[in-house]
């Protein structure tokens, strides 16, 4: 089993910046990607940022150029950098991680619990 723990929300006025944390935990082999998504009231949850096991990054248009993916392989954890906020950015964030506990070739996919972001203007 594998724990992914989130951490860095708030409250921020526009143009200020937050940086999320994302931890995973357990059982570990190797984590392949490791993503950002967030989701607004009343909208679908959305892919933010991705990044590759090995650095490897792509971004929605919404957040290229303020928002900067990074990891920390030897922590097991990934970060995400948002600068320039905007209103439009309040929701709440999620970490995805697609792993692979045996090193047998199967991954499977797990969720933080998401840490809420709110953009006042």
């Known amino acids: 089993q594998v724990q992914l723990v989130e951490s860095g929300g708030g409250l921020v006025q526009a143009g200020g910046s937050l940086r999320l944390s994302c931890a995973a935990s357990?059982?570990?082999?190797?984590?392949?990607?490791m993503e950002w998504y967030r989701q607004a009231p009343g909208k679908q949850r959305e892919l933010v940022a991705v990044i590759s096991s090995g650095g490897s990054t792509n971004y929605s248009d919404s957040v290229k150029g303020r928002f900067t993916i990074s990891r920390d392989n030897a922590k097991n954890t990934v970060y995400l950098q948002m600068n320039s906020l905007k209103p439009e950015d309040t929701g709440v964030y999620y970490c995805?991680?697609?792993?692979?506990?045996?090193?047998?070739?199967?991954?499977?996919?797990?969720w933080g619990q998401g840490t809420q972001v709110t953009v006042s203007s």
């Open positions: 357990g059982s570990i082999f190797v984590i392949n990607a």
């Open positions: 995805y991680a697609d792993v692979d506990s045996t090193g047998w070739g199967g991954s499977y996919d797990y």
